[in-house]
């Protein structure tokens, strides 16, 4: 199974909803962290995600300089002259960058057992 926040493994940490009946696979969330633990246990208390946690707004902003580094290597700056190729690794680049920033923070802060 699986982080339900990043996807990353999970690594023990879950939230059970008091509020639904216990079956287990329907109402426990699993989380890799103490920070996604309080990513799930926030939106089960406030019922929405309104605001990008600190390490997604860090996150982000990684990506997006290296998204700029990525169209500087190709010298291009729009998007709509991008071939498939150059779109392809342009989101690839973003994705990749963001996501593993996310896990990188998410470690810092993982407990290590
Ligand atoms: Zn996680």
């Given at each position: 199974m699986s982080c339900i926040v990043c996807r990353r493994d999970h690594r023990g940490f879950s939230f059970t909803?008091?509020?639904?009946?216990?079956?287990e696979h329907l109402n426990t969330f699993r989380a890799c962290s103490m920070f996604c633990l309080d990513v799930i246990h926030h939106y089960w208390k406030v019922g929405d995600v309104i605001d990008p946690t600190r390490h997604e707004t860090q996150a982000l902003a990684l990506a997006s300089d290296k998204a700029g580094e990525y169209l500087e290597s190709i010298q291009k700056?729009?998007?709509?002259?991008?071939?498939p190729e150059e779109w392809a690794t342009f989101i690839q680049t973003v994705y990749e960058t963001s996501t593993g920033e996310i896990a990188r923070l998410t470690d810092q802060e993982a407990v290590p057992f």
């Open positions: 909803d008091p509020c639904t009946p216990p079956f700056t729009d998007l709509a002259t991008l071939t």
